[in-house]
């Protein structure tokens, strides 16, 4: 089978992406695409988290480790519908307890400190205000469920002091009027009942719960306290087109919308052209690495699964790159590395 790539040069890759989801950002799986790239993020993390307060975008985005992990949809206990864009896992199972599913999920380290100690951060796009809870609830579970999966990876045994601290952020679409621009925070505080007990705030404030209210109108606050809000509704705004929202980025937040022909990406111009990529590569590469067992050559590939031979040689040299790789892993790093 052959997919032909209709690629839009001289874009970069935010750019790329607002044209793929055109009139369906607000949607939950391009909400969650659009919002994992690093600049979006460095913005949350210097208007809504206190250790990033006062620092330029461009030195947070250098603070955010790797790629950040995109989970496709929700997960519950005995289903396999997730799909990661790229990066580690973004699904937390715990025996007894079910599993739940990260919209997006990165670490950044902390700046200005004399060692590298770093936050994990959960970053949800909630369009519905109301789903049967309050969602400051499920905020508290999901960071709860961070600190406990940390157990094994971030600390051992009982060395608890090693806990990494944890943020979880929802970004809220269609709010009440009452909650449209704002910013809250939930998040533990030492209170003295009895006497003065001397303790270092770090050792217990270890999870938060940030909510982000957008209002059902764009914020015409470019410089102020809105300014996350401006661009998280541009972003994410149905009414806008794709030529105004790439305008206000481009001159309002300083994030280019093309580069220069020698360091220019290659993009795949349609989002369900990229679903079926992802999803032929998903059955390719557990061939091509039979293929590869039976010391068969590119040429033999490709004559035999009627694939471009730089295609499967693509593939190949993924697979012998990451030798301990599962297929999923492959198909994610092929994704990010020969597509994106």
């Known amino acids: 089978m052959q997919v032909k790539e209709h690629v839009c040069y001289n874009q970069t890759r935010l750019s790329g992406k607002l044209d793929a989801t055109d009139g369906k950002a607000a ?3 391009n909400a969650k695409w659009l919002l994992a790239e690093k600049e979006i993020l460095a913005h949350i993390l210097v208007y809504a988290i206190p250790e990033y307060q006062g620092m330029q975008v461009e030195e947070v985005i ?3 480790e790797e790629q950040p992990q995109v989970a496709g949809t929700s997960m519950e206990p005995g289903k396999t519908n997730l ?3 790229i990066g580690d896992n973004v699904e937390n199972a715990i025996p ?3 599993s739940i599913t990260y919209d997006i999920r990165f670490h950044a380290w902390l700046p200005r400190k004399q060692e590298r100690v770093k936050l994990l951060i959960d970053v949800e ?3 519905n205000f109301y789903p049967g ?3 400051v609830t499920r905020g508290v579970f999901y960071t709860a469920r961070m600190i406990s999966a940390q157990l094994g990876t971030e600390f051992e045994h009982s060395h608890y002091d090693n806990i990494k601290k944890v943020y979880s952020i929802w970004i809220c679409m269609n709010v009440p009027e009452y909650a449209e621009n704002t910013i809250t925070e939930f998040s533990m505080r030492q209170k003295n009942l009895v006497g003065d007990f001397p303790i270092g705030k770090s050792r217990y404030d270890l999870q938060s719960v940030i909510m982000i209210g957008l209002a059902k109108e764009l914020s015409e606050d470019k410089n102020g306290s809105n300014k996350l809000h401006r661009l998280l509704g541009t972003v994410l705004s149905k009414k806008l087109s794709v030529h105004e929202k790439k305008l206000i980025l481009e001159n309002e937040y300083n994030m280019p919308m093309t580069q220069s022909t020698d360091g220019r990406e290659k993009v795949m111009c349609n989002l369900s052209e990229a679903i079926e990529k992802e999803g032929i590569l998903k059955t390719l590469f557990p061939i091509v ?4 067992k039976k010391d068969m050559n590119v040429a033999e590939m490709a004559e035999w699964s009627e694939q471009e031979e730089q295609e ?3 593939m190949c040299d993924l697979i012998l790159e990451n030798p301990t790789a599962s297929d999923s892993e492959l198909v994610d790093k092929y994704m990010c590395e020969c597509v994106w």
Not at 289 to 292: E, P, Q
């Open 96 to 98: 007894s307890e079910g």
């Open 83 to 85: 799909s990661s864009i």
């Open 312 to 314: 499967l040689q693509q």
């Open 289 to 292: 690495r039979k293929m590869l």
């Open 133 to 135: 809870y309050d969602i």
């Open 125 to 127: 796009a909630q369009r």
């Open 27 to 29: 949607y939950d799986e």
């Open 62 to 64: 250098l603070l955010i």
